[in-house]
């Protein structure tokens, strides 16, 4: 399991974050194998708690998979349990995930805070806030590792955010877009 790589500490204690690992590998490997998930027990109140998380599946270096609820949808291990059958199989950026490709994959859990409007960009912090951005119908949403694994400045981060939503680069500069902020515990 990695360390923590950015992000803040929400409690969860290294049992808790391993369980969390366990819970999503078994996933994906059980579906890439088409057999059937296994009922998870789980007693520790903190992942019976409702969270917003995401399940980020890299293989080699390079993004293969990541999809994930921004807010509290139902207790964080059932959570971390849909994302990552999402991640693996029903990302739209991606093929689903081979049985043959399960060896060389490795999984990233993002536990999120709850969102926060900012009025001032400069309330963003690089490397320890998230972004999500909405303006009309469009919505896009990067995590706070995304900035410090590609050493993007706060601006940069808006930019590639509102790429992400579909929207010129700038237009987190007009009055209508709505930015919001959030940290993760990123495991």
């Known amino acids: 399991m990695k360390e ?19 819970i999503a590998k078994t996933v994906i490997e059980n579906r890439a194998r088409r057999q059937p998930v296994p009922e998870f027990k789980v007693d520790a ?17 390079r993004l ?10 139902g ?29 060389e994959l490795e999984i990233e859990i993002s536990v999120l805070t709850p969102l926060r409007k900012v009025t001032d960009v ?5 490397g320890k806030h998230g972004i999500y951005l909405k303006k009309g119908w469009y ?9 410090t694994e590609y050493g993007w400045d706060r601006q940069t981060f808006l930019e590639h955010t509102c ?6 680069i700038n237009s987190w500069k007009d009055k209508d ?3 919001f902020i959030f940290s993760a515990d990123i495991f």
């Open 163 to 168: 790429e992400k939503a579909g929207l010129p």
């Open 45 to 61: 109140p903190i992942l019976r708690e409702n969270r917003g998380a995401f399940v980020t599946i890299n293989k080699n270096g």
């Open 4 to 22: 923590q790589k950015a992000g803040i500490d929400l409690g969860l204690n290294p049992d808790e974050k391993k369980l969390l690992h366990h």
């Open 177 to 179: 877009t709505e930015i």
């Open 122 to 126: 400069n309330e963003i912090e690089v």
């Open 139 to 147: 919505s896009g949403l990067l995590l706070p590792q995304v900035a």
């Open 75 to 103: 207790p964080l291990y059932k959570t971390v349990e849909e994302m990552a059958e999402a991640a693996a199989f029903r990302d739209p950026r991606f093929s689903p995930v081979k049985e043959k490709e399960l060896s």
């Open 64 to 73: 293969r998979g990541c999809i994930g609820y921004i807010e509290d949808r």
